[in-house]
């Protein structure tokens, strides 16, 4: 079970308009209300995912009957302390800029928390706590911490997404989870936070105040974790247009809490947390489940590199054209770094001279049908990626190959290693332009399905020609540490992430 507590919660009411115009009458174009709360969108999001879950806290007045209406209507679970006034109001306009006015809310009393305390009693040790937004001034910045220590169990893992006081006084309590954003983490530290180098930094600077793990959301640019085991992940959110940024950090505790639960998996559980803020803040509230769940329809892969371990029959070819002209050969390594663009690329790459060598077209025809006769003589599929083709054949996802590589070339590789797996394959045609221009992806989405879109495909590659095609195509990008490219030459390009196993794939389906 896990259990919310909303110390503030409100009747949020979005309206929104073409432009809010100070001290004039405005109208709205369209009008919604949901019940707010930092603690409630956990909830309310984990309902729809299929997580029980429970809301804690303060109700007052009429609006607070509201809210726990709204919440019966999510099949939100409440166990709410009824007090004395209402509980608040807020306001989102959405206009030409996103404007808040957000209420006071009630004046707590002691005994209203005493009764918070006694309902923690049946909170169990395997249980999951969020401690989430901001509290009424008059419960004081350590209240996160006293609710920690209230608990029955100290084995329950605690989630606090607070800052200021709220947040530096629960790490004292070693909380399991914590996830401020930038803004926050910069108002806590009282510096300028700009690259993900620097939140890491002040990531493991919450470590050693006493969080053992720690998101820190970014908006636009994603996010960061760091965990108590050491590892570092960052993800750039999925693509889509922002109608609202309210309760988009909220869905990234949701979401990781969904996926930890099901899978205990901190990186899996941390993409998705990434997701569904991103769903959130492309819905005008609370993100549906489908919008999640159903992200992508189809997989559009890159071949050498990311699917298939091809450059030991390139280095042959290469060697052998250079051998039969007389000129210096190339190591492995060297023709590794030479791959990209496409096999007559390499050549003007390894030859001496390049094109201008006088000889180059009988060498690139030697290279050619050498290479064409001995595709594969060493190439060999990457680990673990037969499993996910297995995976997706089985879930009914269809996959596609995007390829620079000769277009015969592609089928005869298609036909050896994948016969049954690859839907559909686009290379090198003399005909449509290659990557990164986006004609050979929308080739194979054709194929596949003329009704899919860029952004129902997902798009896997090793490097800075499969960015830019991803870019180019309008598609989501994953980035794969094993290929051809240095790990660190892929963190200076833009994808969602870099994914360290091909099972990882699948963690965005």
Known sequence: MVYTVTLNPSLDYYIKIKELKIGEINRTNSEEIFPGGKGINVSILLSRLGIETT?????????????????????????????????????????????????DGPVMKNEY????????????????????????????????????????????KVVVDAAGGLLEDALTTNPFLVKPNVEELCNLFKTTIRSNDEVIRYAKQLQNMGARNV????????????????????????RGEVVNSTGAGDSVVAGFLYSYIESDNMKKAFYMGMRCGSATACSSGIASADSILNNYKALALDLDGTLLDTIDDLAAAVNYSLEKFNQPTHSVDEIRNMVGNGIRNLMARAVPGGEDCPTFEDQFGAFLKYY???LYVYSSVYPGMMELLEECKKRGIPVGIVSNKEEGAVGKIVEHFFDGYITSYAGDNMVRAKKPAKDSVYAVLKDIDESLNPSDVLYVGDSGVDSLTAECAGMDCLLVSWGFRPREELEQLTCMAIIDSADEIMYFF
């Open 372 to 374: 064409l006769e001995n």
């Open 215 to 238: 998101i820190v959301s970014r908006g636009v640019n994603g996010g960061v974790m760091v965990t108590e085991d050491g590892e570092t992940y960052s993800s750039l959110p999925p």
């Open 55 to 103: 809301a804690l806290g303060f109700k007052a007045g009429f609006t607070g009957e509201e809210i726990e209406r709204l919440l019966g209507e999510e099949d939100v679970k409440c166990d709410f302390i009824s007090c004395e006034g209402s509980s608040r109001i807020n306001i989102k306009v959405t206009g030409t800029k996103e404007t808040q006015i957000n209420g």
């Open 113 to 156: 928390l005493e009764k918070l305390y006694d309902r923690l009693l049946d909170i169990g040790k395997d249980d999951i706590l969020v401690l989430a937004g901001s509290a009424p001034r008059s419960l004081g910045t350590s209240v996160y911490k006293s609710i920690i220590e209230h608990l029955p169990y100290r084995e329950t």
